[in-house]
């Protein structure tokens, strides 16, 4: 058997993470699968997805392929945006360009199975598969929040792509929004939990990353890991942080925003100036610090007592709640879509309402001022990690799927 995935780019987001724990997966049950990946960027993904084994071919997208979404639409008109959107799609040489070399790759490389991990991907997979090849779509977004993403993959799907969905949220929104959309299966995102284990961590190491000066006595130390998508809470993230010193100025805990701007899409991410601006609004700058991605994510979950996970909007799966609840950490979850499946309130995380800024608040002093239940969620957390999320799981359960394609 022989798979390609495609992927739209090279960097290390939370798809892209999951891509490399399917790989792995797969090649921990079946070693003998030949495996490929085929991606628009450059990127760290190349040399991870090498260590597990992968061919992997970097065929460059043109930018006016990668910075193509539908936050470059926010603020116009969605009808006319698509329109012109579609032609130049349909016209554009370089897009023709590289639909032709995809088509030449797949030929070549003879799939057994096409594997498209990303949006932009979706389609190309569809319009380049070599005749009777199946293809298969990982959903991992909702579809329904993405005019122009819901209307390109409604023209494009038919009875060729088979649809694998990240949670029963997405399920249910991709089948609601595309009329092509049935018996979306549903393949929970999978973890490392021998990577992503309890182990005492180093949180001075944290402090200097963040520019804190030493530490003297318990300080406790609260973060939020995500990219700086707009909509993974960074902003209400600061406004509950600064509510909460303002209303309880002498609780002794440290704050981090750990993450960055990884995704081309125009539009679609903070900056990390606009946030220092904010922090800075707020009168909280001595008190939040900045952290940029970090290589050994796990080593930075066990710097941390409580992991906070903020996003604004309905989560597709939210693979940070699992990595933290893997390594034994507390965590508060946005209690919305996907994220809701991961986790039961009180007894392994503690659930507030996304955007409620109050409620979060209240959920970090809660944990701040409370190491017993520090120690129980994150105890059962690394249970519930062990039990649903093992990414050992993952890859009999997939090789199943292809198999049926087959």
């Known amino acids: 058997m022989r798979i390609v995935f495609l992927n739209p780019v090279g960097v290390l987001g939370g798809g892209e993470r999951s891509l490399l724990d399917l790989i792995a997966a797969i090649r921990g049950t079946e070693p003998a699968v030949e495996m490929h990946v085929i991606v ?13 084994g992968a061919v992997v071919h970097v065929l ?79 959903i991992r977004d909702f579809v329904s929040t993405r005019p122009l993403v819901r209307r390109m993959l409604g023209l494009a799907i038919n009875d060729r792509v088979t649809l694998i969905a990240n949670s029963r949220a997405v399920a249910s929104d991709v ?19 021998d990577a992503f284990s309890p182990a005492a961590g180093n949180p001075q190491w944290l402090d200097q990353l963040a520019g804190f000066e030493p530490a003297s006595g318990d300080i406790v130390r609260v973060g939020l890991i995500a990219t700086f998508a707009r909509w993974k809470g960074q902003d209400l993230f600061i406004d509950a942080t600064a509510r909460l010193l303002t209303e309880h100025p002498r609780l002794d805990a440290r704050f981090f925003i750990i993450g960055g701007p990884i995704y081309r899409t125009s539009g679609s991410q903070f900056s990390l100036d606009e ?22 994510p796990a080593e930075v979950y066990r ?52 955007n409620d800024i109050p409620a979060l608040s209240q959920a970090m002093r809660r944990l701040i001022e409370d190491p ?17 999320f093992n990414r050992m799981r993952l890859g009999s359960g997939m090789l199943a799927t292809y198999r049926k394609l087959l």
């Open 303 to 354: 710097a941390l007592d409580v992991v906070v996970h903020a996003s604004t909007m309905p989560e597709p799966f939210g693979r940070t709640i699992v990595e933290a609840m893997s390594c034994a950490r507390a965590v508060i979850v946005s209690n919305a879509g996907g994220a809701a499946e991961l986790f039961e309130d009180e007894q392994n995380a503690l659930g507030v309402a996304p």
């Open 372 to 388: 017993g239940l520090r120690e129980r969620l994150g105890n059962a957390g690394r249970t519930a990690a062990e039990e649903r």
């Open 40 to 52: 628009g960027t450059d990127g760290p993904l190349v040399a991870h997805a090498q260590e597990l």
């Open 275 to 296: 946030l220092r601006q904010r922090v800075s609004e707020k009168g909280v700058t001595e008190k939040i610090g900045f952290v940029p991605f970090q290589k050994s």
């Open 175 to 193: 089948t609601k929004v595309l009329s092509g959309a049935r018996d979306v299966e549903v393949v929970y995102n999978a973890i490392d939990t």
């Open 60 to 138: 460059a997208m043109p930018n006016t392929m990668t910075e193509l979404g539908d936050s470059t639409l926010r603020g116009g008109k969605i009808s006319t945006a698509m329109g012109l959107a579609m032609r130049g799609i349909r016209s554009a040489n370089p897009f023709r360009r590289y639909l032709r070399e995809l088509r030449r790759t797949l030929r070549r490389l003879e799939p057994s199975i096409i594997h498209s991990n990303g949006i932009k991907t979706h389609l190309l997979a569809r319009l380049a598969a070599p005749k009777g090849v199946p293809v298969i779509w990982h």
